[in-house]
């Protein structure tokens, strides 16, 4: 069993940074794919990024990529999202998730935070 979590969400103007946290908790942390999905309001959940087990393998959504950037601390069995160049677009309520492998689909994950709300102003 995994416990997941987020951190870190808040209200930032266009263009500004933020970086959101995922605390798990158990000791099999390391062995789980860990990924980022958000859910704006009335749209579906939706893959922004994820990570391998080790941290060598990454994976972006096109709407995210140069922009955001997945890592994780095993020692600290946390995953974090940096977010930069933040747009209006990217207002959603933001959920980590834990999962076998390393996919973009969101029935591949077993366990899911309570999500963190980021809120961007034009």
């Known amino acids: 069993q995994v416990q997941l979590v987020e951190s870190g969400g808040g209200l930032v103007q266009a263009g500004g940074s933020l970086r959101l946290s995922c605390a798990a908790s158990g000791r099999t942390f390391s062995t789980y794919a860990m990924a980022w999905f958000r859910q704006a309001p009335g749209k579906e959940r939706e893959f922004v990024a994820v990570?391998?087990?080790?941290?060598?393998?990454?994976g972006y959504a096109d709407s995210v990529k140069g922009r955001f950037t997945i890592s994780r601390d095993n020692a600290k069995n946390t995953v974090y999202l940096q977010m930069n160049s933040l747009k209006p677009e990217d207002t959603a309520v933001y959920y980590c998730?834990?999962?076998?492998?390393?996919?973009?689909?969101?029935?591949?994950?077993?366990?899911w935070g309570q999500g963190t709300q980021v809120t961007v102003s034009s």
């Open positions: 990570i391998s087990w080790s941290g060598g393998a990454t």
């Open positions: 998730a834990a999962g076998p492998m390393p996919m973009q689909t969101m029935k591949t994950y077993d366990y």
